[in-house]
């Protein structure tokens, strides 16, 4: 197992989005390119980072992406651009980011906020479609990226285990918890993690994207399916990156499990065992979910998309959810495992 790494990819923080003026983010990008660009800067959605999609005077469209201060480290960072690039010489189709003046890819503003510069790609999102082929493709293309994943790890990103980004998560929401729910969120939490953590013994850990789902996959039509957004990244079983694409729990999706798993297997053993993750690694990405709105609630944006976080009905309704989740867990072990 490696060791656990929930801490080092985190970097203080440094500079606020609040800067981001469009005069800021054009002269960022000029400085550390040679790009000559058009006053013009259009938001692109990104609930976690700020993306922008830029041009040149040459009618080039590039997409710059300003990475939320504190959340990551220069290495966590450069470690996720790294991975990006061994699936580039893969052919996997996806965006590479540039290389800058100063022949990195990552580069900074006056005040420290980090970002990256990719060409803009148009592309569909990807759509589920009543199609055994399409699920058969998308386990090739899993595949082919877990062998890009394969080749070394990653030592400043995240570990997706039950000890280590699941209790990471727990212990910081501890914090934001009312104290009248607290020891029943403390409890469901301690239940899952000592039911989930044996299934997760012997299993292997490579570099996986992390939040692959629909929303993250372009078809370009001719040029095939393309990867985005690879800022989850993260050292963790090859199964995550399987079961944020089914429909449905485990129990009702084994068909489009297993026909991923076939296309998968094109390129790379996995164990049919590990639908037995699917449910256990849904409920730490439920925790997840909490820890990330925590660590942004004072973001004027997400206090506007979400005016009800922390409230005590907001945690009774989450931590029902938390409990459902355990039962389901429960109830799959049970019958299959």
Request: hydrophobic share 35%.
């Amino acid at each position: 197992m490696l060791a656990n790494h929930s801490m080092s990819h985190e970097a203080p923080k440094t500079g606020d989005f609040d800067s981001l003026t469009p005069q800021l983010i054009i002269e960022s990008v000029e400085e550390q390119t040679d790009l000559s660009l058009i006053p013009l800067v259009q938001q692109l959605p990104s609930y976690i980072n700020r993306v922008y999609e830029l041009r040149d005077e040459e009618d080039d469209r590039y997409v710059v992406k300003f990475y939320r201060p504190g959340r990551w480290s220069d290495e966590a960072i450069l470690e996720e651009h790294d991975f990006m690039e061994d699936c580039g010489e893969m052919d996997i189709p996806l965006a590479l980011p540039e290389y800058l003046k100063q022949d990195e890819t990552l580069g900074k503003t006056a005040d420290g906020i980090r970002f990256s510069l990719f060409p803009y790609k148009s592309g569909r999102l990807w759509e589920f479609k009543e199609d055994d082929d399409q699920w058969y493709r998308l386990g090739q293309l899993i595949g082919r990226m877990h062998c890009a994943g394969d080749r070394c790890k990653a030592l400043h990103r995240p570990r997706i285990h039950p000890l280590g980004t699941f209790s990471k998560d727990c212990q910081d929401l501890m914090k934001h918890i009312p104290s009248s729910l607290a020891g029943r969120f403390e409890s469901v939490v301690g239940n899952i993690r000592q039911t989930i953590t044996p299934l997760f013994d012997g299993v292997e850990e490579i570099r996986i994207h992390g939040d692959f789902h629909c929303g993250n996959i372009l078809d370009r039509m001719d040029d095939g399916l393309m990867i985005i957004d690879f800022d989850d990244m993260a050292m963790g079983p090859a199964v995550q990156d399987f079961w944020l694409l089914l429909p449905g729990h485990a129990a009702s999706c084994r068909k489009e499990f297993f026909m991923l798993l076939e296309g998968y297997q094109e390129f790379r053993p996995l164990n049919p065992s590990s639908l037995g993750l699917v449910e256990p690694l849904r409920a730490m990405r439920m925790v997840y979910f909490l820890a990330w709105c925590a660590r942004q609630k004072e973001d004027f944006s997400f206090r506007k998309s979400f005016p009800n976080w922390g409230s005590d009905g907001f945690w009774e309704n989450e931590i029902r959810d938390l409990q459902n989740q355990y039962q389901e867990i429960v109830d799959f072990i049970e019958k299959v495992i």
